[in-house]
């Protein structure tokens, strides 16, 4: 399908210029039409800007919509709409107004669907990629009783919270990992560089080696010999596990196993349960009906086995039990928690009590992420003090031994 370049102007009188796949030109003044676009010129580019107008496309389709360009959409909606601003014109001007092309092509597609009968939440709908579950039927919500803006604002709050959780996260984990990835890779090179020079020096003497010598010279003829096989064995158990991890039944495991982990696994824990319980808040809050939103909430803790537990939840609360039971029923919250959603439930307020379970949650991971550091250190301590102790029984205990007899003779 040929690339058309093409001048116009906008409602506003603006001049713009862009390109668009299109059979004919023809199609292309159609497409312009529905956008709200007066053309100009259309024509094919020229060779050298055939070129430019393939890079420039090819950067478009590979570009991807960050949580943050979700959370400026969002900000922006709700600070538009406040303003009286009418949608199609605020979405034409995040369109003009955005650098990200990838932004731009998924507001330009909300636009086109708007333009064709359809309301909000379905346009989108359309692009799962960038728009979950949550937010879909919070739009939904927002557009069937009036309250989109206030959607719009708390959907920039949750996104924001999400966000900052997220990150805590990351840079939780990133000092070990950085650190036994570090460890590992030295490793490695002392024994396919470092030890196999020892062991020439020690060959040429008639000493009995110790065991620690003897186990770092047998690991080292194994590195130097099978290295390649052994990386090619780190690369397909690492593209084995990608792959089974992908899968429902590994994505379940994986998910189960990481709140599980030593130190780490206590901070995702509490920060997929902060997750569940400031996103049922925001989903009672916008007047999504409870047993929908359980829904969506499974899908929204970003961890298949809590979201297994929520569903339970869902499943009892379709039979007519309490939130307080049915969350005790799965084991997930200490009594704390399962207390303050009855008292919430008796008081008709589960939203501001989620509201408070949340914050409680995210106080715990600020604090155990701090004490992440003097955590760990101890574990990493100890580890490398065993390696460190084998390397230097094993490399220096030969010397003392080539003295001693050194001394004899």
Do not use: C
């Amino acid at each position: 399908m040929p690339v058309f370049l093409y001048k116009g102007r906008n409602k506003r009188g603006e001049a713009v210029r862009g390109h668009i796949d299109a059979v004919s030109p023809d199609a292309v003044a159609t497409q312009l039409f529905n956008s709200g676009i007066t053309p100009i010129d259309i024509a094919l580019p020229r060779a050298g800007a055939d070129v430019l107008a393939a890079l420039r496309a090819w950067v478009e389709s590979s570009g991807k919509v960050q949580l943050v360009d979700l959370i400026l959409f969002s900000r922006q909606m709700y600070t538009m709409m406040k303003a009286g601003v009418p949608i199609m014109q605020a979405l034409r001007g995040l369109r003009e107004s955005t650098r990200n092309l990838a932004v731009a092509k998924v507001i330009t597609s909300i636009g086109e669907s708007l333009d064709t009968g359809l309301d909000l939440a379905s346009a989108l709908k359309r692009h799962p990629q960038v728009f979950s579950q949550l937010y879909v039927s919070m739009v939904q919500v927002g557009e069937t009783t009036g309250s989109l803006q206030e959607v719009f604002e708390q959907l920039a709050l949750y996104l924001e919270r999400e966000k900052d959780t997220r990150d805590r996260i990351k840079s939780a984990t990133r000092y070990p990992v950085f650190v036994v990835v570090a460890m590992a890779v030295a490793m490695f090179i002392i024994n396919l560089f470092v030890i196999p020079a020892f062991a020439k020096v020690y060959a040429g003497f008639r000493i009995e080696l110790p065991w620690a010598t003897k186990l770092l010279i047998a690991t080292s003829n194994f590195t130097v010999a099978y290295w390649h096989l052994m990386l090619a064995a780190v690369v397909l158990g690492v593209i084995a596990l990608r792959f089974y991890v992908n899968t429902a039944e590994g994505r379940y495991r994986w998910h189960k196993i990481k709140l599980k982990l030593p130190v780490v696994g206590k901070i995702l824990y509490q920060a997929t349960l902060g997750r569940f319980a400031r996103a049922m808040a925001v989903m009672i809050k916008s007047g999504v009906p409870l047993v929908q939103g359980m829904t969506v909430i499974s899908r929204a803790v970003d961890n298949d086995y809590i979201g297994e537990r929520v569903v339970q939840m869902r499943d009892g609360i379709e039979r007519g039990e309490t939130i307080a039971r049915t969350a005790a029923t799965t084991a997930m919250f200490p009594p704390l928690v399962i207390q303050m959603i009855s008292v919430g439930e008796e008081t008709g307020a589960v939203d501001e009590l989620m509201f408070n379970v949340a914050d409680y949650y995210e106080r715990e991971v600020d604090y155990d992420i701090k004490n992440l550091s003097d955590a760990i250190q101890p574990l990493l301590i100890i580890v490398l003090g065993v390696l460190v102790l084998i390397l230097a029984l094993g490399v220096f205990l030969p010397m003392w031994d080539l003295v001693q007899v050194a001394r004899k003779g």
